[in-house]
């Protein structure tokens, strides 16, 4: 009896399989239900049946990839999840933990995003390795593309505040794309962020760190230009429009912001995948380029405009009475 591989599509999946019975998931009712192409509820009980629906429709198109009566793990997939669990890198090992309590995420009550933020962040703040993993990650994952063009630094001087920037390599860019005119600041929640400044003497004398209380990072100082970079995928929809509502009150007039964060099709199931990965750690969603024009827009921003690069980012820049 052949048995669906999810090890073959991405590492969230097998995790994804072993939640299905905790949300009734029913075969029958995903095979004749059409491939979901958007996601219509962001909740992570809705997240995961659009992921396993996905996933369904994508291995029913491969004879042979399933099982007609059931759901199951192959032997290939209950490998990779048991090697994600014992695995001797802390990110990983991290993930795999987090991953295996969605069975017992899905079925908790609502209103838990809060909560499950910043358990994740605690834990990951609170180990000097595995934070300075994750910050490597995020280093390393990062667009290559040049996301700040010359008109965010018309003016001689300002100031360039990135949100939530971790090591600050996002920042350290804007400041050299700036000719080192402007001074940076990095808005974070751990005393460690900025190590990737703190490796540039250049740009160690114009950067200042601002430490806030965990949580969602809140009330950004006045500057010229914002950076968000993976940062919006990380919050609450309700979060995410307050965090934008208060760049663009705080930011003076004629000020920019850019909004950087990994390009997203809820068609895609990769990234279907990295969504649930959202919810599962932060409570938070991926989002398309038109959702995140849409909350930039109601922030208060104009000139907004879209793109997408090479390796798969989508950038946004807007402007405050631009």
């Known amino acids: 009896m052949n048995r669906v591989d999810p090890a073959q599509y991405d590492a969230l999946t097998p995790y994804a399989v072993l939640a299905a019975s905790a949300v009734d998931f029913d075969l029958t009712t995903a095979s004749r239900a059409e491939r979901p192409r958007r996601q219509s509820s962001h909740d992570l009980r809705s997240a995961l049946v659009h992921h ?110 990135d949100v939530g920037g971790g090591p600050g390599h996002y920042l350290a860019r804007a400041l050299k794309a700036a000719g080192l005119r402007w001074r940076g600041v990095i808005l974070e929640t751990y005393p460690d962020a900025g190590w990737w400044i703190a490796a540039n003497s250049d740009l160690t004398t114009r950067t200042e760190l601002i430490i806030v209380p965990p949580g969602p990072i ?49 068609a895609d199931l990769r990234h279907s995948a990295r969504n649930l990965d959202m919810n599962i750690l932060f409570g938070g969603r991926e989002r398309t380029p038109a959702e995140h024009k849409a909350m930039i827009e109601s922030a208060g921003f104009s000139d907004i405009s879209v793109s997408k690069t090479r390796d798969a980012y989508q950038v946004l820049i807007a402007g405050k009475g631009a």
């Open 52 to 161: 396993l629906t996905l996933f369904w429709h994508t291995v029913a198109t491969e004879p042979g990839r399933y099982d007609e009566d059931q759901l199951t793990l192959s032997s290939t997939a209950n490998e990779l999840v048991e090697n994600a669990l014992q695995s001797t890198r802390p990110l990983d090992r991290f993930l795999a933990r987090k991953r295996a309590e969605l069975p017992h995420l899905v079925n908790q009550t609502s209103g838990r995003d809060a909560a499950r933020a910043a358990s994740t962040w605690s834990e990951i703040r609170g180990d000097q390795i595995l934070s300075r993993a994750f910050d490597t990650h995020m280093v390393t994952r990062a667009t290559t593309a040049e996301v700040f063009p010359e008109k965010l630094f018309a003016r001689p001087v300002g100031v360039v505040v």
């Open 218 to 266: 809140s009330e950004p100082p006045p500057a010229h230009l914002y950076i968000l970079g993976s940062v919006l995928h990380d919050l609450t929809d309700n979060n995410a429009k307050d965090l934008l509502s208060e760049c663009h009150e705080a930011g003076h007039e004629g000020s920019w912001i850019v909004v950087i964060e990994r390009d997203f099709d809820p």
